[in-house]
């Protein structure tokens, strides 16, 4: 038998076994099949807004997305890039991340609930408390909204705001608590704007800005994966 003989069936056979639209088999599933996978088991993709110091955007670095500019905000499990994007807030998170200094070594210690969890971890740590540093992090979880299709992603993704992006996350929740109804009852968009802080030094932060209620459809499968966020850290 010829080694064209043996490929071209195989060919065929490829092509035919998967479909380029969205079956009914996938659009009803319940997802069996994963039911020991667990938050721990998946990377929960972070949208990250890019700086002009970040190695994404230096295009002789081996991290260098393709088309990635300072001022972009960076899908940091598929790449994808966004100017701005259109998101449901489900769920906010505030931890406090122990780092050792860069001149000490530098490295992740670990991530603890409050300010003064961080300071008793820090004082069971090898060497002085000015070692390390302690950064104030506060999580968005989202969902995006595309806004071409009008599509809601299935899987959520986090936002962290962090040093001058602290502002911008509480201002963010001041606006959600004063608008009343569930965290996840209005539409926001996010982009990107450009600043400089008390050194003239120029870099982005972001800029929040509401665009009205959420569809009922929208509601209730932010409010499913809200439930499910909350019931998993019980």
């Given at each position: ?93 505030e931890d406090f991340v122990i780092w050792r200094k860069r001149e ?131």
């Amino acid at each position: 038998m010829s080694e064209q003989a043996i490929a071209t069936p195989a060919k065929e056979t490829a092509v035919s076994l998967v479909s380029t639209k969205v079956p009914a088999h996938v659009s009803k599933a319940a997802g069996l099949g994963n039911e020991n996978v667990t938050t721990d088991h998946i990377q929960v993709p972070r949208i990250k807004l890019l700086q002009q110091m970040n190695n994404e955007v230096d295009e002789s670095h081996d991290a260098y997305v393709k088309g990635a500019k300072p001022g972009a905000l960076l899908n940091t499990v598929t790449n994808e890039l966004f100017k701005e994007i259109y998101v449901i807030n489900v769920h906010f998170t505030e931890d406090f991340v122990i780092w050792r200094k860069r001149e000490k070594g530098g490295g992740l210690v670990g991530t603890v609930g409050t300010a003064q969890e961080a300071t008793e971890k820090i004082a069971t740590l090898d060497g002085s408390p000015e070692d390390y540093e302690v950064i104030q992090t506060q999580s968005h979880l989202l969902l995006r909204k595309n806004e071409k299709t009008g599509a809601l992603d299935v899987s959520p993704f986090l936002m962290d705001f962090a040093s001058s992006k602290l502002r911008v996350s509480r201002e963010w929740n001041t606006q959600i608590q004063q608008l009343g109804g569930d965290r996840f009852s209005s539409m926001w968009k996010i982009t990107s704007v450009s600043t400089q802080n008390r050194a003239a030094q120029k870099f982005h932060n972001l800029s929040v800005e509401n665009q009205g209620w959420v569809h009922d459809e929208d509601y209730e499968k932010a409010k499913a994966i809200y439930e499910g966020v909350t019931n998993s850290s019980k």
